[in-house]
């Protein structure tokens, strides 16, 4: 059996960074697994300027930060594990790691390893309408990483359901790659992403259809794929207005109804955990360490409820800071005011109207906490 | 109507947020117009001048505000803006034009001297525009900054130009 | 109609990307080396990937990142390959899957 010091599930940005901070607190052994063919999780079909604090890389394409973050983990001997997934665990913090081999194979591989960070990520959500399995219908992430990863197109006319940062943000790459976006639909009475993202939609003449939803999705298009979207009305009760359809020509409709949390790993691991409606679903209890009820074991980023990039990447920062510390590479005092100092930016990126929400979830996740188990 | 119903800025939000311009400002010269009214974390747009005219300050969800008589419409900000929300807007280009920057991230991107049709923030066309610069330098890092010249009475209206 | 983007403000242009011929039923189409298989196909508007066991609908892309199987093709005579996360390989031989795929035993 393999021994490692620290083990991380997910290379995205909490996956790195909680890397890269273990590191540069001065532990020796981290290794990074991911179940993708490249690291850096959805960083790098973030091909738009990040928000966030000048101190921090705002400003900066979500790409090029992944790009910056991998060579850093890189440069400071980091290892990598790529088509690797981390199967389970079992007692003692012993992982079972289907690992990818050059050749394209998988070889089971058990490692027991001191300290555990999950940061496996989250999965977009589904919507179910008439027509929904259609060839054509798919998720915004999905059309998002053919575009802006693999540069082909999905389709040429988009009908987007969802006005989140997502919608928004994936409608106005779609028309960047050359497509074009009939409309966006989104059933809530207001645009749920930013305003800036609206108005980019706005500025190129694309309606967006607030209180509505895809009433039916025809798939009479070659081999059976989408043709035409009837969008429809609704009421403040979510129920469909008859008489207020609207028809739509269209080859590809993409679903940006929000995220949830993959807490696979977390729930096969007898951690606690809370239902959190704003971050999605089920999510693990925490402390301000990032460490679980299971100790030795630590969360980060959108497996502990969603939120955005730079939160994550925060976040994978503190459970770094909190394995080295854990493993005595760096004093508690020092972790103590390392992690005061992220946990600053993690409150600012938790204000204002759009931030408070998840301000008030995290509060409410970490007030669930009852503390990590005897080991 | 507010930009969360509709998705596109009005005026009257625009004075809410304290981000509108002087009529005084307005006829010394370009100026930085910031259209960001919701208080989300982000500030390099503050970082980005380096004259000090745009205010965000602590807490980072402060709205932006311009300071006129520092601000020199140099549009450094405007590429450095992630919402794309910045213009910077001439009302004294010519007697009978004004000019309007704006950051246009579409392909084909405008060439100088080409006509192209002028948007307002619905995009519904407003007027012809000619395109008098177009800017990508390194520094803007790959969100080009297209000037185009406007009769004046567009000025406050005109954000961008239908995409090709 | 070709859909590969080809020019981007961002993501600039293609630079000579290493062309290879895989076989899709039958038929030799264009792909670039080690790109996702499932890309290949979209260039040339391919969008269904596999008829579903029960009701024999068509399905194709729509997580995209390896996850819904969606996109589960015969890839070489193996069925069930995830299209969207295995690499187009010169003289590739991918057929759109019915059902299982004749994995009729993997129940």
Same mark, same amino acid.
């Given at each position: 059996?393999?021994?490692?010091?620290? $083990?991380?599930?997910?290379?995205?940005?909490? /996956?790195?960074?909680?890397?890269?901070?273990?590191?540069?607190?001065?532990?020796?052994?981290?290794?990074?697994?991911? =179940?993708?063919?490249?690291?850096?999780?959805?960083?790098?079909?973030?091909?738009?300027?990040?928000?966030?604090?000048?101190?921090?890389?705002?400003?900066?394409?979500?790409?090029?930060?992944?790009?910056?973050?991998?060579?850093?983990?890189?440069? $400071?001997? @980091?290892?990598?594990?790529?088509?690797?997934?981390?199967?389970?665990?079992?007692?003692?913090?012993?992982?079972?790691?289907?690992?990818?081999?050059?050749? /394209?194979?998988?070889?089971?591989?058990?490692?027991?390893?001191?300290?555990?960070?999950?940061?496996?990520?989250?999965?977009?959500?589904?919507?179910?309408?008439?027509?929904?399995?259609?060839?054509?219908?798919?998720?915004?992430?999905?059309?998002?990483?053919?575009?802006?990863?693999?540069? %082909?197109?999905?389709?040429?006319?988009?009908?987007? $359901?969802?006005?989140?940062?997502?919608?928004?943000?994936?409608?106005?790459?779609?028309?960047?790659?050359?497509?074009?976006?009939?409309?966006?639909?989104?059933?809530?009475?207001?645009?749920?992403?930013?305003?800036?993202?609206?108005?980019?939609?706005?500025?190129?003449?694309?309606?967006?259809?607030?209180?509505?939803?895809?009433?039916? %999705?025809?798939?009479? /298009?070659?081999?059976?794929?989408?043709?035409? @979207?009837?969008?429809?009305? =609704?009421?403040?009760?979510?129920?469909?207005?008859?008489?207020?359809?609207?028809?739509?020509?269209?080859?590809?409709?993409?679903?940006?109804?929000?995220?949830?949390?993959?807490?696979?790993?977390? &729930?096969?691991?007898?951690?606690?955990?809370?239902?959190?409606?704003?971050?999605?679903?089920?999510?693990?209890?925490?402390?301000?360490?990032?460490?679980?009820?299971?100790?030795?074991?630590?969360?980060?980023?959108?497996?502990?409820?969603?939120?955005?990039?730079?939160?994550?990447?925060?976040?994978? &920062? @503190?459970?770094?800071?909190?394995?080295?510390?854990?493993?005595?590479?760096?004093?508690?005092?020092?972790?103590?005011?390392?992690?005061?100092?992220?946990?600053?930016?993690?409150? /600012?990126?938790?204000?204002?109207?759009?931030?408070?929400?998840?301000?008030?979830?995290?509060?409410?996740?970490?007030?669930?906490?009852?503390? %990590?188990?005897?080991? | 109507?507010?930009? #969360?119903?509709?998705?596109?800025?009005?005026?009257?939000?625009?004075?809410?947020?304290? !981000?509108?311009?002087?009529?005084?400002?307005?006829?010394?010269?370009?100026?930085?117009?910031?259209?960001?009214?919701?208080?989300?974390?982000?500030?390099?747009?503050?970082?980005?001048?380096?004259?000090?005219?745009?205010?965000?300050?602590?807490?980072?969800?402060?709205?932006?505000?311009? !300071?006129?008589?520092?601000?020199?419409?140099?549009?450094?900000?405007?590429? !450095?803006?992630?919402?794309?929300?910045?213009?910077?807007?001439? #009302?004294?280009?010519?007697?009978?034009?004004?000019?309007?920057?704006?950051?246009?991230?579409?392909?084909?991107?405008?060439?100088?001297?080409?006509?192209?049709?002028?948007?307002?923030?619905?995009?519904?066309?407003?007027?012809?525009? #000619?395109?008098?610069?177009?800017?990508?330098?390194?520094?803007?890092?790959?969100?080009?900054?297209?000037?185009?010249?406007?009769?004046?009475?567009?000025?406050?209206?005109?954000?961008?130009? #239908?995409?090709? | 109609?070709?859909?590969?983007?080809?020019?981007?403000?961002?993501?600039?242009?293609?630079?000579?990307?290493?062309?290879?011929?895989?076989? *899709?039923?039958?038929?030799?189409?264009?792909?670039?080396?080690?790109?996702?298989?499932?890309?290949?196909?979209?260039?040339?508007?391919?969008? *269904?990937?596999?008829?579903?066991?029960?009701?024999?609908?068509?399905?194709?892309?729509? +997580?995209?990142?390896?996850?819904?199987?969606? +996109?589960?093709?015969?890839?070489?005579?193996?069925?069930?390959?995830?299209?969207?996360?295995?690499?187009? *390989?010169?003289?590739?031989?991918?057929?759109?899957?019915?059902?299982?795929?004749?994995?009729?035993?993997?129940?």
């Amino acid at each position: 059996m393999l021994n490692k010091q620290l $083990l991380i599930v997910g290379a995205g940005p909490a /996956g790195l960074a909680a890397s890269i901070e273990a590191k540069k607190a001065g532990v020796k052994d981290v290794l990074v697994v991911d =179940i993708n063919m490249k690291p850096g999780g959805q960083l790098f079909k973030q091909i738009h300027k990040f928000f966030g604090s000048s101190a921090h890389r705002a400003g900066v394409r979500g790409m090029d930060t992944g790009a910056a973050m991998l060579k850093e983990a890189e440069e $400071l001997g @980091v290892e990598i594990w790529l088509n690797t997934a981390c199967v389970g665990f079992f007692d003692e913090r012993v992982a079972c790691i289907e690992k990818g081999m050059p050749d /394209g194979s998988k070889q089971i591989v058990y490692m027991k390893a001191e300290k555990i960070i999950i940061a496996t990520g989250g999965q977009e959500n589904v919507v179910r309408f008439k027509g929904w399995t259609t060839p054509g219908v798919m998720g915004a992430g999905a059309a998002q990483t053919m575009i802006n990863v693999n540069k %082909v197109k999905p389709g040429n006319k988009i009908v987007m $359901l969802g006005t989140g940062n997502v919608g928004l943000i994936v409608s106005y790459q779609l028309m960047q790659a050359g497509c074009d976006v009939v409309c966006l639909v989104e059933a809530a009475p207001g645009i749920g992403g930013y305003g800036v993202h609206a108005s980019k939609i706005s500025r190129a003449g694309v309606p967006i259809y607030t209180k509505h939803t895809i009433k039916e %999705v025809k798939g009479n /298009g070659p081999n059976g794929r989408v043709s035409e @979207v009837t969008i429809v009305e =609704i009421d403040p009760k979510f129920q469909h207005i008859e008489g207020t359809e609207k028809t739509f020509e269209a080859d590809t409709v993409t679903l940006a109804a929000g995220l949830k949390p993959v807490s696979d790993l977390v &729930r096969l691991q007898d951690i606690e955990l809370v239902f959190n409606g704003p971050f999605g679903g089920w999510v693990p209890t925490h402390n301000e360490k990032m460490e679980t009820t299971c100790p030795g074991i630590y969360v980060a980023g959108d497996t502990t409820g969603v939120e955005e990039a730079n939160t994550a990447l925060e976040e994978g &920062r @503190v459970a770094g800071v909190s394995a080295a510390e854990a493993l005595g590479a760096i004093s508690a005092a020092d972790a103590e005011a390392w992690r005061a100092e992220i946990w600053t930016r993690l409150d /600012g990126l938790r204000m204002g109207p759009f931030g408070e929400k998840r301000a008030i979830a995290k509060k409410e996740v970490m007030d669930a906490f009852p503390g %990590v188990a005897e080991a | 109507m507010s930009i #969360k119903e509709v998705g596109y800025i009005s005026h009257q939000e625009l004075i809410d947020a304290k !981000q509108d311009i002087s009529a005084a400002r307005y006829a010394k010269g370009p100026v930085a117009v910031v259209e960001c009214v919701q208080q989300i974390p982000c500030n390099p747009c503050e970082a980005a001048c380096k004259f000090g005219a745009i205010k965000i300050g602590e807490p980072i969800t402060n709205l932006p505000k311009i !300071q006129e008589d520092n601000c020199t419409g140099c549009g450094v900000c405007v590429a !450095q803006c992630p919402g794309l929300a910045i213009f910077i807007v001439n #009302k004294t280009y010519s007697d009978t034009e004004a000019t309007v920057a704006f950051p246009y991230e579409y392909t084909p991107v405008p060439k100088e001297g080409e006509e192209w049709e002028a948007v307002n923030r619905k995009g519904e066309y407003q007027c012809q525009a #000619k395109i008098v610069k177009v800017m990508n330098p390194k520094a803007f890092d790959r969100t080009p900054v297209v000037t185009v010249a406007i009769p004046k009475e567009f000025a406050d209206e005109v954000r961008s130009v #239908k995409r090709k | 109609m070709c859909m590969r983007v080809t020019d981007h403000v961002i993501l600039g242009q293609d630079v000579d990307p290493k062309m290879i011929e895989i076989t *899709v039923d039958g038929q030799k189409i264009p792909a670039k080396e080690g790109e996702p298989i499932l890309a290949a196909l979209l260039a040339q508007e391919i969008m *269904v990937n596999r008829y579903t066991v029960k009701r024999n609908e068509p399905r194709g892309l729509f +997580c995209g990142i390896g996850q819904c199987t969606d +996109c589960a093709m015969i890839v070489d005579g193996r069925a069930n390959v995830r299209t969207c996360i295995t690499p187009a *390989v010169e003289g590739m031989i991918v057929e759109t899957q019915y059902g299982y795929g004749g994995a009729d035993d993997v129940k």
